[in-house]
C-alpha cells in the first residue's frame, strides 16, 4: 500500500517468455527502468519460476527500452517510506532478486544496453555473465542520496572485489564500461546495440545446448559462501530502511527526486 500524502506507484512490467530453452526476462519502468518494490516482487518471481522450468536452460535478463538500463531504486517508493519496517521491506525487493538470481540452477546472462545506477549494478553483479555497449556506464550513488550501497553491496563486492567496490561507494561517481569490464562487472563489452544482441543471442544459444546439469553444478561453484546471506542482506534491509528516514536523507531524496 502507498501512503496518503503519495499518489500510487507505477509498478513496472516484467514479462517472461521462453523461445525453445532460452528465457527472456525483461523488465520496464517508464522512470528510467527504476525498480519500485511491486516491480522488484515480480522480478524475484520469474526468475524463480524460470530456474524451477525444467525446459528451460538459461535466463536472458534485460530491460526496456533505449534509455538507461536501469536507474536503480525507485525514488517515489522512497520517498512514501514512512517507517523502518516499510524500508526495509522495500530493500529486502533487492536482497530477494539478488538471491533469486545466485540461486537460480542456470547461469543467467544480462544484457545491459545503457547506464545502470545503484540496485541495478547489484543486479548485473548477480548475473553469471554480463554484456553491456560501451554507454553503459555504472555507479553507486547510494551514498548521495544519504544511504548507502548495503544490501547490493555483498554481491557487487563478491564480483569485482574489495577496492573497487571500496572506490564505487565512496565517490558515488560513474564508471565507463570499459572501467566495468576491467573489473568484472562486465564479461564483455560490445560494439553497439546489435553486436550486444548478436552477442547475447549467439551466448544463449550456446548456453542451451550445452549440459543442464554442468551449469547447475557450476552455479554453485561460483557461489559457494553465499548461503548466509539470506540473514546478512535481510539485516542490510533494515540499515537502510533507517537511514532512508533521516532527516538528511529525505532532504536528499527530495532534491534527486524533483530533478
Known sequence: MTSSAHPPIDPGDVVST???AVVTIA?????????????????????????????A???????????????????????????????????????????????????????????????AVGLIAASDYAVAVPGASAKLSELAVGIGPFVVGPVIERKIGPAPFQAMSVDADWRDAAWCERHGLY?????????????????????????PEAMRLMKQVFWAGTEPWDALLAERARMSGMLVLSPFTRDAIARFNQR
Open 18 to 20: 521462453r523461445d525453445g
Open 27 to 55: 523488465f520496464r519502468h517508464p522512470k528510467g527502468n527504476s525498480l519500485p518494490g511491486a516491480l522488484l516482487a515480480r522480478l524475484a518471481g520469474a526468475i524463480q519460476a524460470a530456474g524451477a522450468d525444467d525446459a
Open 57 to 119: 536452460r538459461v535466463i536472458v535478463l534485460r530491460s526496456g527500452g533505449t534509455g538507461p538500463f536501469c536507474a536503480g531504486a525507485s525514488f517515489d517508493e522512497l520517498v512514501a517510506v514512512d517507517s523502518p519496517e516499510r524500508g526495509a521491506e522495500f530493500f529486502s525487493g533487492f536482497a530477494r532478486v539478488i538471491l533469486a538470481m545466485i540461486r537460480a540452477p542456470k547461469f543467467i546472462v544480462t544484457r545491459v544496453h545503457g547506464k545502470a545506477a545503484g540496485g
Open 187 to 211: 564479461a564483455a563489452v560490445c560494439a553497439d546495440a546489435d553486436a550486444l544482441d548478436a552477442r547475447v543471442a549467439t551466448l544463449a544459444g550456446t548456453l542451451a545446448k550445452s549440459n
